[in-house]
């Protein structure tokens, strides 16, 4: 026959689990009285496990000059390692000349965090005279609102400006 307190401490010991668990992450109101038996039985986390930093995109250069009707390159990187697999950079324009557009988004994986990447900028051909910008904003596509690198393309026109009346 088994021992009633044998049952009776299992019980204690899962009620303390359940009711630590439970507390951390807030499931569950009035199980404080448990988290004492809780904090013998479950591990205590090393200083070394605290989250890092959010990692951010760092751009070079800040401005990019792209001749009308050619092509440019931007490099990346990333600030610090992730602490997840792959990260993805988007870029978009946020304001300016519509005819300055990038290229595809760039995929860094977590070993080559500090490797520089190359984004490739156009300047389609226009018929104006005007040296047209750009602003865009890189981000990391998996931490909306985090991660931001905002920089500026500069179309070099190849237009003769027309002479005006005098």
Avoid: K
């Amino acid at each position: 026959m088994r021992s009633p307190h044998r049952r009776l401490r299992r019980s204690v010991v899962l009620a303390a689990v359940v009711a630590a668990a439970s507390a951390a992450t807030g499931l569950v109101q009035g199980t404080a009285d448990a988290a004492p038996y809780a904090a013998r039985l479950l591990p205590t986390p090393s200083p070394s496990a605290t989250p890092s930093a959010t990692p951010s995109v760092v751009v070079s250069p800040a401005e990019v000059v792209v001749p009308e009707g050619g092509s440019a390159l931007i490099h990346m990187r990333l600030s610090q390692r992730p602490s997840y697999g792959w990260v993805t950079v988007d870029s978009e324009r946020l304001l300016g000349d519509p005819d300055l557009s990038i290229g595809p988004r760039l995929l860094f994986p977590a070993d080559r965090w500090s490797t520089w990447q190359s984004l490739i900028v156009f300047a389609e051909e226009d018929d104006d005279a005007t040296d047209g910008t750009a602003t865009f904003q890189s981000r990391i596509s998996q931490l909306p609102g985090s991660g931001v690198a905002v920089w500026t393309a500069r179309e070099l026109d190849n237009d003769v400006p027309t002479p005006s009346p005098t």
